[in-house]
């Protein structure tokens, strides 16, 4: 099966910073567009922000956007707001299992 | 509007099961799947499994796969899932969640979470 890793696994920035976070699918054959990220804010359900790797949820701030194909993706955040502290998770749904990453933890 | 409600919380012991329901509302059971995710304490993610609502395939994930059992009552367009032989590991918070599409099957729409406390 193939397995997602987030880096870095926290990360602390200030608002207005430029804020970029990296998956990868462990295998070469990799996943295609079929990536999405969330974010979980502290005692919140997880909310899915982009999808097709980067295509931008409906209501979702534009200063998210995504990046990548096959193996290597990222998650932007163009100008860092303290309403975006949270933890922000990738998942591979190309088929099953639909494996999340660790995780990054998000602080300002 | 997208709904999906879940039962409330449980307090099981060791060895016991529990059954998590999901009432959806707003949109065409049978159209879309639904995946059960769990959060343990402080910890990230984990992808359950995934019931069709249209055919009733399965799809659950290998660590789970003899204990878990996935269920659609499509007259209530509810889905269930229980986990059997609980473990204090399987603390969690529950999560159901419907997949956005057919073409996109990232979870769109979440449960609000069920917790599943096991313990002595």
């Known amino acids: 099966d193939i397995q997602m890793t987030q880096s870095p696994s926290s990360l602390s920035s200030f608002v207005g910073d430029r804020v970029t976070i990296t998956c990868r699918a462990s295998?070469?054959?990799?996943?295609?567009?079929?990536l999405a990220w969330y974010q979980q804010k502290p005692g919140e359900v997880p909310k899915v922000l982009i999808y097709g790797a980067s295509t931008l949820q409906s209501g979702v701030p534009s200063r998210f956007s995504g990046s990548g194909y096959g193996t290597e993706f990222t998650l932007t955040i163009s100008s860092l707001q303290p309403e975006d502290v949270a933890t922000y998770y990738c998942?591979?749904?190309?088929?099953?299992?639909?494996?999340f990453g660790g995780g990054t933890k998000v602080e300002i | 509007q997208v709904q999906l409600v879940q039962s409330g919380a449980e307090v099981k012991k060791p060895g016991a099961s529990v059954k998590v329901s999901c009432k959806t509302s707003g949109y065409n059971f049978n159209k879309f799947g639904i995946n059960w995710v769990r959060q343990a304490p402080g910890q990230g993610l984990e992808w359950m499994g995934w019931i069709s609502t249209y055919n009733d395939n399965r799809n659950y994930a290998q660590n789970l796969q003899d204990r878990l059992v996935m269920t659609i009552d499509t007259s209530t367009s509810t889905a269930y899932m229980e986990l059997r032989s609980l473990i204090p590991d399987d603390t969690a918070v529950y999560y159901c969640?419907?997949?956005?599409?057919?073409?996109?099957?990232?979870?769109?729409?979440w449960g609000q979470g069920t917790q599943v406390t096991v313990s002595s």
């Open positions: 969640a419907r997949e956005k599409s057919r073409e996109a099957f990232c979870f769109e729409f």
């Open positions: 998942q591979k749904y190309n088929r099953a299992p639909l494996s």
């Open positions: 295998q070469g054959v990799g996943i295609s567009n079929y």
